[in-house]
């Protein structure tokens, strides 16, 4: 019997009924907001092409990659590596591979959402997983596609953590032209990238390596002190927009990234962003090859252990490797598998009920079920998620069920409920346990009246 | 450039925006119908050890199992096997191993749903999928599970199939134990599986050769005569329960059969299901190694190209190959990308919005934006999704953007409206294209009014 591992595989993650539960509210919310400003899901095929997966070329995704085969499932026997097949290590490549096959039925700017799961063979760790959920958004313009978008980003950002209710968070925005713009103006001559990788460092390692790090990559001493200041800067976005512009920086790159940086906060604004919620960090770098623009992290305040659960960017080109059209684009991604396992490891998850129905139905015994069945589809009628015991055993049992599952009504019927055209309907309120008994015909407005008393006591 | 194949894999299917706005329709529609119910959604990994996976052996299956490999990814150096992965073939085999893993945690009966891919390396074929969508739901019991919940299902199917509305269908109902009992009562010595089969073909060969078959198998000439008067018998469910009484089969599992489609059919009456939806129908076989009671299949009776898009039924022990618990069930299982893809070839697929988007909101100038934000902001308030306009582009762009996108509403906010605190909100009703003006104050609620009245036009 023991022969058969029943375990999930180590860097998957598998949940009990009452935390798929909050998993799936979570994931409903994300989802409801991206489709509240108009985002359309979109849902293309796990399993890619390898080698149009790997367009852009090898390093540590090619090694994470997980191979998929089957022998009925050749697909172009003509073209050997085209007929490997892998599984998607995220969700952009395939939507640059889509955007660029439908690109003639789409219109511009597109404007897709994706929540689903990608696949990453990393070393086992804690934390890390080799399936998870993504949910990304991005607006894709065709040759251009205006800065005000990169407003609309971080608004729908705060839309859904405002809705999630993890307390105080932190939307953090910069542009990397700003910081591009600097060091070209400071010293033409260095390795941007390679400056871009010591500044992405300033958090972990101490203030002497630091400079010495900055010094290795060939800066002189009026660029690193130049550079210094502009990290430096920080405060209010106003502040910080102020600070940026005393530095005079007179190049070209820089004044446009100053520009956008202050439409988007500007923007922010007229849409109703508490500003307390978002600030400008020069700090923030993000995805090095990738984004040419504004850049966006995410923090819990209360939660500093908990990376950025929401990061993205905008890009000059989506599609570079699939078509000659020119696709800028802007978008953010939630890692959610993640973002759900550090909520519950920081005891924020609230897994109770084991059920998603929302009320028993417990025929008391067998000549009740008739009765039970026409009450419990009154309740559904309503919009009530019903599940009616139809197993007969010992009251007792029946009961143990109901309290196992810990649905937010119990609803019982014996004969005398019956005869009298009644329901015992019972449930918890501010810790007590109510018993009270309705009729019939009143029941399904009962329920749904006290679900709306409960759902807003538990709101507080 | 070529050089990268973005065409979705053969097998595979990849929907544009429109196409998957409806299949999502027809995906929630299942859902919430199986919550409606208290059918918990799972989610387990696609991901699953091969040899687990494959527990119950070999043949076709096997073949088109895929197999997922990765060099990080290896689950147990110890057990060569144990490492092999795969990717699953479908929903049952996961519930099982679920089940067995995580009996402890779970209260019985357990109820769960679960809408997600599957992958079976078929060879190609129109209309055949290697990745697709099956929705199921099964309820487990712990050593025992009442013949009522058999009725349950069928239930959930009449609700399910209404709500899509694909004109009149039909649930067809059989019980094994009537057939293996009959068997067992005409010629013990028979193959039974072997008659099966034989019997499984009665709608796809000629009398003749079905006669032919049958002695064949090696039953005599009285037994072939009571054989086909059984299959033969039909009509509504109250007249196929008499008829088959009439039989006289002195056999404990037949009547046992018996007794328990009579149960299903009480229970589906006492339901409300319309008794002209379904049928009992003695030709029903299904999955000759895997069922042993109630059987369901279902058929759109306008469209009898469309193979059963829902089956499913009753089993003695889900998952002996893990556990020594036993648990018998009851379940169905809905495959939806085959299905979507017959409604389509049908012309019974209406894709015409491209957003999921009801209201594209377009400011006239630059100078309008804020301000149509604002009315956005309005609008998804009220829980109506709103995609706003925020490239800079010439009117005409502008709004052969909206025609493309082809939402509910389009709500047009130049200089003269915002001043006047109004917008020009066009739609079309009974083909007519409509326009008015108003004022922001009566904005949400007008749209919100437009949109039932527009929705219930196109129920009619």
Redesign the interface.
Known sequence: ?N???????????????EE??E??RIKSIILDTY???????????????K??LL?KGGGETA???????????V??PSDNR?SE?A?RFDLTVPLA??V???FN???F?F??CHVS?V?R???PQKGRF??FYQCDIDVI?RD???I??DA?IPYIIYQIFKKLDLGKFTIRINNRKLFNGLLRYIDESVDFVEVLRVIDKVEKVSHDDFIFMLKNTGLNETAINTLQKFIQISGSAKDVLQDLKALNIEDELFLTGLEELETVST?LL???VDPNYYTIDLSIVRGLDYYTGTVYETKLDDYQNIGSPCSGGRFDDLAS????EKLPGVGISIGLTRLFYQLRENGLINATH????EA?VIPVGDEN??YS??VS?DL?KKGI????????MPFKKKMK?AS??D?MFTIIIGSEEEKSEEVALQYRKTGRFEKVRVSIDNLSDKVDDIRKELMAENEI
């Open positions: 019997m022969e058969y591992n029943t375990k999930p595989i180590p860097g998957f993650m598998e949940l009990l009924p798929q539960i998993f799936d489709e509240q400003f108009g985002f359309t899901a979109l849902d293309t095929p796990l399993i890619e092409r080698k149009t367009a090694k994470q990659v997980y191979s998929v085969e089957n022998k009925n499932n697909v172009d085209d097949l599984l591979r889509y660029a096959e439908h039925d789409l219109s700017p404007r897709r799961r696949y063979g990393e070393k080799r399936e313009g251009q596609l205006s005000r978008y609309e923007l007229e849409m109703g490797y699939y078509t000659d084991k059920t998603v129905a028993i079920i008739k069945i026409r589809n559904r998620k019903v599940d009616t015991l139809l197993e007969s069920y196992k599952k649905a």
